[in-house]
């Protein structure tokens, strides 16, 4: 799938959001982290996990850095799973945008311009953009998620 951006969407980040958004089991994701390759063509798959804890998302989504530790940009699907009391549990998936506040200019612009591309295509509705780690707190991510319910 080709972008505005001239960056295309690898066939293994479909697949991997089908997974998240279809699997069963207890090897179904619980997150999925992508990225733009090296060479700026291509979202490529970093991670996909069915570790349950958020912290350690976190900790995979803001940790990411380059060769010189500066953090990197990154984008991801979380499955937000929370229970609305005597209305049941939900589950919602949301796409992160995460750009930490020392990504160059035109890293920026190259995140901004693919990020809306890559989540219809991944055909996610609910959006987060953070370029701090706090806003990324576990709270923000269930309101958004429960339309403010929880």
């Avoid at 700026?40 to 850095?65: D, I």
Wanted: glycine letters at 6%; one cysteine or more; aromatic letters at 8%.
């Amino acid at each position: 799938m080709s972008m505005p951006s001239g960056v295309m969407i690898s066939d293994e980040c479909i697949t991997a959001s089908r997974s998240l958004r279809f699997g069963r089991g207890p090897k179904k994701p619980r997150f999925v982290i992508y990225k733009i390759s090296d060479d700026e063509t291509t979202v490529e798959l970093c991670e996909a996990s069915s570790e349950p804890n958020y912290e350690v998302f976190l900790h995979s989504l803001c940790g990411a850095g380059d060769s010189t530790a500066k953090p990197m940009p990154r984008y991801a699907a979380y499955n937000v799973e929370y229970d609305l009391g005597e209305d049941g549990k939900r589950s919602r998936l949301v796409f992160i945008s995460w750009v930490p506040q020392n990504t160059s200019l035109k890293l920026c612009m190259l995140y901004a311009t693919t990020k809306e591309q890559l989540r219809n295509a991944l055909d996610i509705k609910l959006a987060i953009h953070a370029d701090t780690p706090d806003e990324l707190e576990w709270r923000s991510i269930l309101s958004v998620a429960s339309g403010g319910k929880v």
